[in-house]
């Protein structure tokens, strides 16, 4: 075992791996870059090294500098965990030049797997099923149309040299393709300093299933189970379990047996993946091998009872596989979700900012939290906006469901916007809790799991009365604080004499305003809104935060308990199965009404940089015509025409980074 090891990569995986290289009295190096000098993995590890900007490139990407680092800090090892350096084989050759081991795959096993191409040629070549299509080197804009015409359609288009998602497109006709295939070439090199694409059949309503392996130097090979992948948005994963509901034991065994074939084929050592394609009959292709650890490996661990962040540090350090084939087993079942800084209801757009509020369900044997961020810290423009995996094991998939419904019940984020919601509705879903979900279902039916709260009376009552106790303790506390607490002033009852009057509450639900007059005190409330009324009595909050508070009382002599969070700016609800979240605002205040309006131009929706301008002054456009293409958080995103009309103004240039809510384009008024 080593003593000291590198961690060439940041946030929840560089955690990860020094969570297990602690428990095995193994000293950790953290490198970060300018945005991350005061991120949790430099906490956490023993020390820490800078290593340039905030921009990847000049960073994690940096391969010089972090050997540098491990040379000048006495590391024996560097664990570059996934995504940056991790699948790159140039940057393995040049640890193992260094004298350092390289926690992962030799640089000749990469290069067999980095081409997707060359892997699909060559696992066909070892027998294992691959989908038909085109991988050749000649990336003619002319002969990929002719042979995507070849192959028929739909096809997809995929970065031969990518992963995560990036670089892939589905084209159902001619007409389509060489749209599709710009944009997938300038994603790919943006992502991965290669453009080369591979064509191949689509398979509809197909299953992504993949297999964990590991190897070892002694030419040994075993896989892990299966882990399912196949709800996803736009090729990335959104939930991940294991085992796989739609997998029977003896497709289990052939995926298996076809996947430890597949690291044979490139005398493979360490953790991989082997990705497959399944048909809804059951017959399955090889698509990738990831030459990596997997985002979703804890799944793996918490089915097979196994850490594979100390198999990796063990096979790198020379030692054989801990565990032959037949003694791998499987129990209970095991699910994973991410929760991201993002906003489902606008496109999923990243989101970025201080985590003003970060409440997650405590860690038990049930639940797993792996997370890089705490409450206060930022989530970057630089980095992938996401901020904790949520993973849950049970006895069996529907005792798993139901912890993950708790454990995302118990959920709180406050700052950037968040995909909490949108889980919550996913993994209530009947494609879901039947396990009937492919991986085209969520952008084919991505309507049930976005779109506004549902927002019935029931809700805003329950809202209402948390503000008006909210109201009421608060003002009870000041009036103790200034020595004559049974003032009736010290009230907050709306009092006059004789009686309690009446108060007037605004609540703003999305882009809702919701204004309600309440009568009464203490508990006891008549609350008037949207022309009915709902007599409150009863009413109590107690505990201070999501996981345990909550708001009982008896809404028209009907008793509910909500689970909630208040405080003077917002009231966070939710009854068990939905959340709704009310901001608070003035009742008085005037509405705004700006000059202008977002109809005469295109603003930058978060933080990025320009990578395209299409328009230029003076040119007509048409409403939903594309007008620049941004890059931000590892994501491409299309800027369009909000109406018809003629360019006054370009603002931007290709290249440029641009900041939140800048003017890119001005159209004529």
């Excluded at 797997?113 to 070549?125: E, H, I, N, P, T």
């Excluded at 059951?282 to 698509?287: A, L, N, S, T």
Aim: with cysteine; proline share 5%; charged share 25%.
């Amino acid at each position: 075992m080593f003593d000291k090891i590198l961690i060439a990569n940041r946030g929840e995986i560089a955690c990860r791996v020094i969570r297990t290289a602690r428990r095995l009295g193994v000293a950790t190096v953290a490198v970060y870059s300018e945005a991350d000098a005061d991120a949790q993995h430099v906490r956490l590890a023993d020390e820490a090294w800078p290593i340039g900007g905030p921009r990847p490139q000049d960073s994690y990407l940096r391969g010089d500098a972090i050997l540098e680092v491990a040379r000048q800090s006495g590391a024996q090892a560097i664990h570059p965990g996934y995504g940056f350096l991790s699948e790159n084989a140039d940057f393995a050759d040049a640890v193992k030049a260094a004298g350092l081991a390289f926690i992962g795959p030799s640089g000749d096993s990469m290069r067999k797997m980095g081409s997707k191409a060359g892997a699909k040629d060559l696992m066909a070549a070892a027998g294992v099923p691959v989908v038909p299509g085109y991988t050749g080197e000649d990336q003619s804009p002319d002969l990929l149309a002719r042979e995507a015409a070849r192959i028929g359609f739909p096809l997809m288009i995929k970065a031969a040299h990518g992963g995560g998602g990036k670089g892939m497109r589905i084209v159902r006709s001619a007409s389509e393709f060489l749209p599709n295939l710009e944009s997938c070439q300038r994603e790919a090199k943006n992502a991965f300093g290669r453009d080369r694409v591979l064509l191949e059949r689509y398979i509809e309503s197909p299953r992504h299933i993949e297999i964990q392996v590991f190897g070892d130097a002694d030419g040994n090979a075993i896989h892990l189970g299966e882990r399912e992948c196949s709800a996803q948005r736009r090729y990335q994963k959104v939930l991940e379990e294991s085992p796989s509901p739609f997998v029977t034991p003896q497709l289990r065994a052939a995926m298996g047996a076809a996947a430890v074939q597949a690291a044979h084929a490139i005398d493979y050592a360490n953790a991989g993946t082997v990705e497959f394609i399944v048909a809804p009959s059951g017959e399955f292709f090889f698509m990738e091998i990831n030459t990596r650890l997997q985002v979703e490996h804890p799944v793996t661990e918490l089915v097979t009872g196994l850490d594979l962040v100390e198999w990796q540090l063990r096979i790198a350090g020379g030692e054989p596989l801990p565990l032959a084939q037949d003694d791998i087993v499987q129990r209970g079942h095991a699910i994973e979700v991410r929760l991201y800084a993002e906003d489902p209801d606008a496109g999923f757009l990243p989101g970025s900012g201080r985590l003003e509020r970060l409440r997650l369900p405590p860690p038990s044997p049930q639940v797993r939290i792996d997370s890089g961020v705490v409450e206060g810290d930022t989530v970057t423009i630089f980095y992938d906006p996401m901020i904790a995996k949520l993973v849950v094991h049970g006895e069996d998939r529907p005792r798993a469901l139901a912890c993950l419904r708790e454990a995302l019940a118990q959920c709180e984020i406050e700052g950037p916007k968040s995909n909490i919601a949108f889980l919550e509705r996913l993994v209530r879903h009947p494609a879901i809790v039947d396990a009937s979900i492919d991986t085209g279902y969520l952008d084919r039916h991505l309507d049930d799991f976005i779109g506004g709260d549902e927002d019935d009376a029931g809700p805003v009552a329950a809202a209402a009365t948390a503000a008006l106790l909210q109201d009421e303790a608060a003002t009870r506390a000041s009036a103790t604080r200034s020595g004559d607490p049974s003032s009736p002033w010290a009230i907050a009852d709306g009092w006059r004499l004789g009686h309690a009057g009446q108060r007037r509450l605004v609540l703003r639900l999305g882009d809702v305003r919701h204004e309600i007059t309440a009568h009464g005190a203490d508990g006891d409330y008549r609350i008037e809104h949207d022309g009915a009324t709902v007599e409150v009595t009863g009413a109590r909050l107690a505990g201070s935060h999501l996981a345990e508070s909550g708001l009982s009382a008896r809404f028209d002599g009907r008793g509910r308990r909500y689970r909630i969070q208040a405080d003077a700016r917002r009231i966070l609800l939710h009854d068990g199965e939905r959340r709704w979240r009310y901001e608070r605002v003035p009742a008085y205040q005037a509405e705004h009404t700006g000059a202008g309006g977002s109809g005469d131009q295109v603003v930058a929706p978060m933080p990025g940089r320009i990578v395209l301008v299409r328009v230029a002054g003076g040119d007509n456009v048409e409403q939903g015509q594309e007008l620049l293409v941004m890059e931000a958080m590892k994501m491409e995103l299309s800027l369009k025409a909000p109406r018809d009309g003629v360019v006054a103004e370009v603002r931007a240039t290709q290249g440029e980074f641009v900041d939140a809510d800048a003017s890119l384009v001005v159209l004529e008024t």
